[in-house]
């Protein structure tokens, strides 16, 4: 098994055009964006890559474009979540022909019964040969995974790690004497990063860091230098443009700033409105002052 590379992975934004499908040109720019900023790993079609939102016909097309963009150079993971194993499966024989680690979460249509979440997972472990990462989505999923839950997930082969926003949880997965040190917690509690970084949970994701490169190298960059005091100023600068994105409207602010990085397309879905004049003139120079626009951008 390949060892997790620690530092910071990015959740990818998903450019559409106007008719949903993806702009694979956009993506590989995108790609390219997060690989020269530091980035570890990249997760292709999770949360914020809209992964509910992507057409089938577009699926592994997609997938091809982003395998081929990374070219080998950092992990690629890639949203393989859906509602029964045989849509899991289907998603999974995609990705057999790709190096890419899938990425799972537990059915989201309805509640799976806790008593069923290890067998569920481990079934789908045993679908494939690649590596799997687990995402704790409780928002989505509406279930959380436990202790005990993880504890049995990592005794399965090929499931490698999780992604969980739930920073107690991922300190308990450093602490278990039951569970293999090869088997990462990843955190996605943006928030929480400095405070999960100094304990030493050292592998962290999310979808926000695709709009703030210049920020998110800076972080890593401290941490690497160990200069924590840094690296919570960065974190605290993104955190609060982000909050400010989230006011304004997630999405389209998200879409904008991606625009704006010189990525064409919808980053959001199709029946989302633009921001206004006055709002995209305020998300731009908030960027701006932020250092993630060049000159004359």
Do not use: W
Not at 39 to 62: F, K, N, P, W
Not at 84 to 97: E, I, P, R, W, Y
Not at 171 to 183: G, H, N, V
Not at 205 to 218: M, S
């Amino acid at each position: 098994m390949s060892s997790m590379k620690k530092g910071f992975y990015t959740a990818l934004g998903t450019p559409f055009d106007a008719d949903g499908s993806v702009l694979t040109d956009s993506l590989a720019d995108h790609i390219e964006n997060q690989i020269a900023a530091g980035a570890s790993g990249l997760l292709l079609m999770g949360t914020m890559g809209m992964i509910g939102c992507v057409r089938h016909d577009q699926y592994e097309r997609t997938v091809r474009a982003a395998e081929e963009a990374v070219n080998g150079r950092v992990r690629l993971m890639v949203g393989a979540a859906d509602n029964t194993l045989h849509q899991v499966q289907a998603k999974l024989d995609v990705l057999k022909s790709y190096q890419v680690s899938p990425v799972l979460t537990a059915p989201f249509y309805g509640t799976i019964r806790e008593k069923l979440i290890v067998p569920f997972f481990t079934r789908c472990a045993a679908m494939t040969d690649q590596e799997i990462f687990l995402y704790d989505h409780p928002f989505t999923a509406k279930v959380n995974l436990s202790l005990s839950h993880i504890t049995e997930l990592a005794k399965v082969k090929n499931i490698r790690g999780v992604k969980t926003g739930n920073i107690i949880l991922a300190r308990a997965i450093l602490d278990s004497p039951e569970i293999s040190k090869e088997f990462t917690p990843i955190l996605s509690n943006s928030d929480l990063f400095a405070v999960g970084y100094a304990y030493g949970i050292h592998h962290y994701l999310d979808g926000i860091f695709a709009c703030f490169p210049a920020t998110v190298k800076r972080v890593q960059d401290a941490f690497n230098r160990d200069d924590h005091g840094s690296a919570r100023r960065h974190l605290n600068e993104m955190m609060d443009l982000r909050d400010y994105m989230i006011a304004v409207g997630l999405r389209p602010a998200f879409t904008y700033a991606l625009n704006l990085l010189g990525f064409r397309g919808n980053f959001g879905p199709d029946y989302e409105e633009t921001l206004s004049e006055d709002l995209k003139k305020s998300v731009k120079e908030k960027f701006q002052a932020l250092g993630e626009l060049q000159e004359g951008m």
